[in-house]
């Protein structure tokens, strides 16, 4: 299991439901998206922001 770092940056003011498991949270994963670190460190592979695409040319 892979433990990640949450020591600041991580709280908001309003609760809001866990992108995992839909209970309330006041925690933020790194993308600002509600996550207990719980449920983060259980589902790695969903914590990852999917890459951005390049525009074209």
Do not use: I
């Not at 839909?22 to 719980?38: G, N």
């Amino acid at each position: 299991m892979t433990l990640l770092d949450w020591r600041t940056g991580h709280w908001a003011e309003a609760a809001a439901p866990c992108r995992f498991c839909w209970q309330p949270t006041h925690l933020r994963d790194d993308y600002r998206r509600p996550a207990h670190k719980v449920c983060a460190e259980q589902h790695p592979q969903k914590t990852a922001e999917p890459p951005q695409r390049g525009r074209s040319r």
